[in-house]
């Protein structure tokens, strides 16, 4: 069993930068697949970013290039750094997990609201 939490949301103006972090238990941590994902009011989960065990990343198109997501294994963590924010990326950003695809533990999700 994986636990995931999410911390380091908040309220930005559009052009700043925040840095989400996922920690989680569980020693398999290292293992897994870790991806975030955002779910703004009305819409539906969409994906954001990926990191393999392997340290490879994807990204989504609309944040390719401001976003940037990393993982330090030895302290069970993923980091997801937003900058250049725009209003259009205000969303609830879950942290998730898996052995391939990061889709099997979730996190509570962190709030991110861009102001114009």
């Known amino acids: 069993q994986v636990q995931l939490v999410e911390s380091g949301g908040g309220l930005v103006q559009a052009g700043g930068s925040l840095r989400l972090s996922c920690a989680a238990s569980g020693t398999i941590f290292s293992m897994f697949a870790v991806g975030w994902y955002r779910q703004a009011p009305g819409s539906q989960r969409e994906f954001v970013a990926r990191i393999s065990s392997g340290s490879s990343t994807n990204y989504a198109d609309s944040v390719k290039g401001r976003f940037t997501i990393s993982r330090d294994n030895a302290k069970n963590t993923v980091s997801l750094q937003m900058n250049s924010l725009k209003p259009e990326d205000t969303a609830v950003y879950y942290c998730?997990?898996?052995?391939?695809?990061?889709?099997?533990?979730w996190g509570q999700g962190a709030q991110v609201t861009v102001s114009s």
């Open positions: 998730a997990a898996g052995p391939i695809v990061p889709d099997l533990y």
